[in-house]
């Protein structure tokens, strides 16, 4: 009996120490999640659709390495490929878990040992090309890939610049080649690359023609300077298109190649050339309409830059902030939770305005 009451003594205390060493735990996890700073992000554990995305508390906050610049994000701005991604159907997927989500804006909260660029409290946009986690409240950013912000923009169009405006620029200028007075189509003008590659071109003075699918979409290439558009869901705009051999294009723009670039090749000045941006399947062509006018089909992948394009064109769109030229506009902005709608909406649009950007601060 007394060896029983001894054991259960013993238990007891056992019990107790396992108890102590738990509670002891627990303070130190809350203590060092107090020290090491928390975040609100949104996380993607298993690749698929727009539900995969979930807000999730207490995340750390990125580390910040040398050469790089911690972003206090206020907000996230969504592009097609964010969707690709999402839902693992792109070339180059990352590990999961992971945060979505490739362009930024905010402040800068804190600068790597060897970034010299940027100090605490700046305001900036960034930009990452085969990197991510702009939809949670911080981001540590190599120096390269962050910009400064000029106060006539605010966040939500700090975070429409990086990727359309760096994909326009080198589509038009470094690709397309394009130079004062030619004639450009952008084929896709009312989506965020296309909006931005009219503002471009205007301000390097080119004649533009842009297509949209809707009137609100016409209305809003027309405001930023298109010298005529078109509606590309009209059944007769191709035709209208091709029925002036004058008006033919030393640039296109391609948004939806797929879908264009058989009558892109007809659409062609002597020595056009078509850029590939956007493109969601194969499509059948006649290489002989390239023949006799030698034009050209050129593909673009803004990730596939070399860090002296990345910089030159990093360069060429500052000086667009400043000239007043970077205009970005924006047609939605979502809270947090719910960029999953952003992810659907981005990709099963009924007719672009512009940029979806996603609020990323409460
Ligand atoms: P977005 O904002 O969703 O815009 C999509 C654009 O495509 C809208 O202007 C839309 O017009 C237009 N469109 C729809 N149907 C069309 C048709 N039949 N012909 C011509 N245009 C049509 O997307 P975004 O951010 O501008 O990106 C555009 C495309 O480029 C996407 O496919 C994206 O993945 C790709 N992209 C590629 C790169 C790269 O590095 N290569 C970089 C960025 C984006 P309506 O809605 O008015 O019909």
Same mark, same amino acid.
């Given at each position: 009996m007394t060896g029983n009451i001894c054991k259960i003594i013993r238990n007891k205390n056992n019990i107790k120490d396992k108890l102590k060493v738990l509670v002891l735990n627990k303070i130190?996890?809350? +203590?060092?999640?107090?020290s090491s700073r928390a975040m609100r992000a949104v996380y993607v554990r298993?690749? +698929?659709a727009v539900d995969q995305m979930k807000v999730e508390e207490n995340v750390a906050v990125p580390k910040l390495e040398d050469k790089q610049v911690l972003?206090?994000?206020y907000a996230s701005g969504v592009n097609p490929v964010d969707t690709y991604i999402r839902s693992g159907q792109? +070339?180059?997927? %990352?590990t999961i878990p992971y945060v979505p989500g490739k362009d930024g804006a905010g402040l800068v909260d #804190?600068?790597?040992?060897? #970034?010299?660029?940027?100090?605490?409290g700046d305001r900036v946009f960034c930009s990452q090309t085969v990197r991510y986690g702009t939809l949670a409240e911080f981001t540590a950013m190599d120096e390269d890939h962050v910009f400064p912000l000029a106060d006539s923009l605010d966040f939500a169009q700090g975070a429409a610049i990086g990727i359309p405006y760096f994909t326009a620029y080198k589509a038009l200028l470094l690709k397309g080649r394009a130079k004062k007075g030619d004639r450009v189509l952008v084929h896709g003008a009312s989506g965020s690359v296309g909006l931005a590659a009219v503002q471009l071109a205007k301000a390097y003075g080119m004649t533009v023609v842009g297509t949209a699918g809707t009137a /609100?979409?016409? /209305?809003?290439?027309?405001?930023q300077g298109a010298d005529a558009v078109y509606n590309h869901r009209d059944s007769s705009y191709m035709d209208k298109l091709k029925k002036n051999p004058e008006t033919k294009f030393d640039v296109i723009l391609e948004m939806l190649s797929n879908v264009n670039l058989g009558h892109d090749l007809e659409l062609m000045k002597p020595k056009g050339r078509t850029i590939i941006?956007?493109?969601?399947g194969p499509v059948t062509i006649n290489p002989r309409d390239m023949m006799g006018p030698e034009t050209e089909v050129i593909g673009c992948a803004l990730f596939s830059s070399t860090p002296e394009e990345w910089n030159l064109i990093g360069e060429r769109v500052a000086e667009g902030i400043s000239s007043g030229w970077?205009? %970005?506009v924006i047609n939605k902005i979502y809270d947090l939770h719910k960029a999953g709608e952003a992810h659907h909406d981005v990709i099963h649009s009924t007719g672009a305005k512009g940029k979806l950007v996603v609020r990323v601060q409460e």
């Open positions: 130190m996890i809350s +203590g060092s999640r107090m298993k690749f +698929g972003v206090k994000l792109y +070339g180059k997927l %990352p #804190a600068v790597g040992s060897g #970034a010299t660029r940027f100090k605490v /609100e979409g016409l /209305e809003l290439v027309s405001s941006i956007g493109c969601r970077v205009k %970005p």
